[in-house]
């Protein structure tokens, strides 16, 4: 799930089909989070609520900064992904970083070339925003398919997590694309699990077995 929304946490939790949480600054500003201490102690209840990693971004955009808050984010939780942004300060705080041992989800990626370089500096997973690159007239999922095409062709360990989900049908082109994760907000994940016919059946079901227990 795609949310810093505790609610929304626990209730996708219970679907039984979440598998980590991932966060950024804009979703925990939603929350009225604007600083480290409430990001630290809302992060450490999301992963209370969900065993798999939770992704913590930081704020900082130079390299020592990054670093700093990335090993400090890493001591808050038992499973911690660091988001980093795919910048040049960025993989160079991520080959730090990953030297620690400290797993990383680099975020912000719009190009090929970036998740290559992501790769290459040790990211543990990398975020293509589709739905961003949508939004402008590209065919976000199209990179999606193509990292992992190329990922593939050199063994490469990288996850390819795609994010910036914006509809049901992205979650269904992840997955044809060959992604490892989708990160999917809680609205879409609800989306997943619903259809009209679905709920057609069951009410057939139900007319038609209440009528039978009155004959
Ligand atoms: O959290 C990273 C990414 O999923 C954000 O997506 O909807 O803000 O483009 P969005």
């Not at 130079?62 to 795919?86: L, Q």
């Not at 999922?141 to 049908?169: C, G, N, P, W």
Request: aromatic share 6%; hydrophobic share 45%.
């Amino acid at each position: 799930m795609d949310t810093a929304n505790i609610q929304e946490i626990r209730d996708g939790a219970r679907l039984g089909v979440i598998s980590g949480v991932t966060t950024n600054p804009s979703l925990a500003a939603s929350e009225g989070i604007g600083n480290a201490q409430d990001y630290k102690a809302a992060v450490q209840e999301i992963s209370d609520l969900v065993d798999g990693p939770i992704s913590v971004e930081v704020v900082s955009q130079d390299a020592p900064g990054m670093v700093a808050e990335g090993r400090e984010i890493a001591e808050w939780i038992p499973n911690p992904w660091v988001k980093i942004p795919s910048t040049p300060a960025g993989f160079e705080a991520i080959s730090i970083l990953a030297r620690d041992g400290i797993k990383i989800n680099q975020t912000l990626c719009f190009s090929t070339n970036q998740a290559l370089l992501g790769a290459q500096a040790g990211s543990t997973a990398v975020s293509p925003f589709v739905g961003r690159l949508d939004d402008i007239g590209h065919q976000g999922m199209q990179m999606v398919a193509e990292i992992v095409s190329i990922f593939r062709s050199y063994d490469i360990k990288t996850l390819v997590l795609a994010a910036s989900i914006r509809h049901t049908l992205h979650c269904t082109m992840a997955a044809q694309a060959g992604a490892d994760i989708a990160t999917v907000p809680y609205k879409v994940l609800l989306q997943m699990a619903q259809h009209p016919l679905t709920d057609a059946g069951m009410a057939r079901f139900q007319a038609d077995w209440e009528k039978a227990g009155k004959s």
